[in-house]
């Protein structure tokens, strides 16, 4: 088997990583990210599956988060008319952005198992 062989084309990958980090700008194209990523898995060599795992799995936990996120800081904006809700809003807020920093960390670490022509070594991990 040669080396050409073994490569598989990685540019569907890159552009699903490209729209996860456009993502911080406008929020929608981690949707089309998505849906690339989920029409690209059935197809894919073991290297890129691992890739497009890890892709679905981050936008998921990634909504998931940033839902929990709103859901606490609407909650806060109920309450802040007795005062309670400022902390609230405060944790909500704190929700949010750890869950920016933990989406781009991802996205950047899965970009550079991807340069590297090497398979995501934890498609599965919650944390990197």
């Known amino acids: 088997m040669t080396y050409e062989d073994r490569v598989e084309d990685k540019t569907m990958a890159v552009v699903c990583y490209a729209l996860y980090l456009l993502a911080f700008t406008n929020g929608l194209t981690a949707i089309i990210g998505l849906i690339i990523a989920m029409s690209q898995q059935s197809t894919a060599g073991p290297v890129m599956h691992s890739h497009y795992t890890f892709l679905i799995r981050t936008f998921w936990i990634g909504l998931a988060l940033m839902v929990a996120g709103g859901i606490v800081c609407g909650i806060g904006a109920v309450l802040t008319f007795i005062l309670i809700g400022f902390p609230i809003m405060a944790f909500g807020g704190l929700i949010l952005g750890v869950a920016s920093i933990w989406f781009g960390i991802r996205c950047i670490l899965g970009l550079v198992y ?15």
């Open 114 to 128: 991807l340069s590297r022509d090497e398979p995501h070594p934890r498609p599965y991990a919650l944390l990197a």
